[in-house]
């Protein structure tokens, strides 16, 4: 079994990332069970969707239509999806994607890698792989968790919406996860990657939520990968194969970035 | 095939404005333990890193059984060891486990030699890395490099973290290995240890490789430190003038010298009187590497 799993640096990625990936999955599943689990009280309450429809005007351009409140994927939307998911999803890749290269090479453990006869693409190419299995992992674990919980309490949902949602999810952190990739591989420094892009996550957030309601912003917000992750609306009508490929598209171009990047440095000791 | 394992050719390294290696033209030959001496910061790690190709020249190149260095790394790796000299290894795996891993890298690996390695060394497979101590670990890296039986070992300070037990299953090893045709590319800041093993030394100062050289006129040249106590005071008269020796001081019953290459003749002129004792204070590389080059015309 051991054996198995360190035939190469894509399975022993992975490996490595098993204790963390099964702790967030834990984590996910759990947030997604409690979540549901108040949408049946969310639902019969009345007060609830007057309080939205008193909120001012600005929440709900940034939120949505407050009356879809109180429908599953107007509730999933709101409590998960607007920000929770995408949250979580930025930690995580954010995580694997700055430790993937830059982590090692301030470990020190890169020297002993690339001593080995693989290119530097290869090594980057693997371990991008894993750390999109890592992400593909997460995302299944959130379906999961929010597929049990509305089997639970008799929600009402597609699962293959759900799957959509949170597909678009994984490509979201697929791009923030590759951007820190290549960060890091251009920097070599796991500190500094980490906080530029979770820095780049807060604003391209806030841009893509704030330009609805500032006119000049209002062709800026489709810079922001946030824009392509939920402006669609997957969770109601399915996944837009236009804006994830626009998704995969960049997230492609930072792995391609980090493999020219990688290729060109000269590695810390 | 001809008879170079590493050829250096104007190789030159800057970190910026920071010095690595100037104009280093090197030649190691197949076969051979070529032993590269040089302080700390003088520009081994530099020299060693730039052959992996994990750094890249300035100017200059470098081939390694020839075959060039930044063109053709992943052909070159699969054919050579390397022990890193910040060894860092992956703390979370067990040193099997880490064996394991690299040999299937380089496509598999015989087990049982690398079982033999790990008995020879005494070293424990299946901790876990982070528990081991330097020397242990140290091991693990040497294990390593061996693992795929390479034409080529580049290994950086191989016996830090070593005991001096351990140290001598590691010459052994390279004795053996060498016999098989072997070739050992060796930094070090410690001279006697590259006076037992290499065939040729390398002395690097500065980031430049000062001069090249067989062991045995390596050892003519180096200096070594003496003081020897006397059972009653001696005259200083009695010493002076003797091939090789200087920074001459006699005090009363103790002589204090530096000695170029040999010390047969001042060890003869001490025999004349009762020696109590004579201790080597350990000289440090770089007054040898001083003495190596602005002593040259001094030294018999």
């Not at chain 1, 890592?134 to 089997?151: I, Q, R, S, T, Y």
């Not at chain 1, 820190?180 to 806030?206: E, N, P, Q, Y």
């Not at chain 2, 910026?16 to 700390?40: K, W």
Request: net charge neutral.
């Amino acid at each position: 079994m051991v054996r198995a799993v360190l035939r190469n640096v894509f399975l022993k990625s992975l490996r490595e990332q098993r204790a963390a990936l099964a702790w967030w999955a834990v984590g996910v599943i759990a947030l997604c069970l409690m979540t549901v689990a108040f949408y049946p009280s969310m639902r019969d309450s009345r007060g609830m969707a007057e309080y939205f429809e008193e909120a001012p005007e600005w929440i709900k351009t940034v939120m949505g239509d407050p009356s879809e409140f109180t429908t599953p994927t107007g509730y999933l939307n709101g409590e998960l999806f607007f920000m929770m998911v995408p949250i979580l999803f930025l930690i995580f890749a954010i995580s694997r994607g700055s430790g993937a290269i830059a982590g090692e090479e301030q470990a020190g453990t890169l020297d002993l890698l690339l001593s080995n006869p693989l290119s530097r693409r290869r090594v980057l190419l693997e371990k991008a792989a894993s750390m999109l299995a890592a992400l593909l992992g997460l995302g299944l674990a959130l379906w999961v968790g929010l597929a049990l919980g509305a089997a639970a309490v008799g929600m009402d949902i597609s699962l293959l919406r759900l799957a959509d949602a949170c597909f678009s999810g994984v490509l979201l952190g697929a791009v923030f996860g590759s951007l820190a990739l290549a960060l890091g591989c251009a920097s070599g420094r796991r500190g500094l990657t980490i906080g530029v892009t979770a820095a780049l996550g807060v604003g391209t957030f806030f841009l893509k939520s704030l330009a609805p309601l500032i006119e000049s912003l209002e062709v800026w917000g489709k810079l922001s990968p946030f824009y392509y992750y939920d402006a669609a609306q997957p969770l109601k009508n399915g996944l837009s194969w236009a804006h994830a490929a626009v998704l995969a598209g960049a997230a492609a171009f930072f792995v391609a970035l980090s493999v020219f990047l990688f290729d060109r440095r000269d590695i810390a000791v | 095939m001809d008879g170079v394992a590493v050829k250096a050719e104007k190789l030159t390294k800057f970190y910026g404005r920071t010095r690595g290696v100037v104009d280093l033209d090197l030649e190691v030959r197949r076969g051979e333990v070529f032993g590269y001496l040089g302080p700390n910061g003088a520009g081994k790690t530099t020299t060693i890193r730039l052959l992996l190709d994990l750094i890249r020249p300035t100017r200059g190149r470098a081939e390694v059984l020839g075959l060039d260095s930044r063109r053709d790394g992943v052909a070159i790796r699969g054919r050579i060891g390397y022990l890193p000299g910040e060894l860092a290894l992956y703390d979370r795996m067990t040193g099997g486990e880490l064996l394991r891993y690299l040999a299937n890298l380089r496509g598999g690996a015989d087990w049982g030699y690398v079982e033999s390695l790990a008995e020879r060394l005494q070293c424990d497979l299946s901790a876990r890395i982070k528990s081991l101590s330097k020397g242990n670990k140290q091991k693990i890296g040497l294990i390593q490099a061996f693992i795929h039986h390479p034409e080529l070992l580049v290994l950086d300070e191989p016996t830090s973290g070593l005991d001096p037990l351990m140290q001598h299953e590691f010459h052994r090893l390279v004795r053996e290995m060498t016999e098989e045709g072997t070739t050992f590319f060796i930094s070090s800041h410690n001279l006697p240890e590259v006076e037992r093993i290499s065939d040729r030394v390398g002395i690097v100062r500065e980031g430049t490789l000062v001069a090249v050289d067989d062991v045995d006129s390596l050892k003519r040249k180096a200096l070594r430190r003496l003081e020897i106590h006397f059972a009653s005071p001696v005259p200083r008269e009695a010493f002076a003038g003797i091939a090789g020796v200087r920074d001459l001081a006699v005090d009363g019953v103790t002589l204090r010298c530096t000695v170029a290459g040999s010390v047969d003749a001042l060890i003869k002129a001490a025999a004349r009187f009762e020696v109590l004792n004579v201790v080597s204070p350990e000289v440090s590389l770089e007054e040898i590497f001083i003495d190596y080059y602005h002593g040259e015309g001094r030294a018999p």
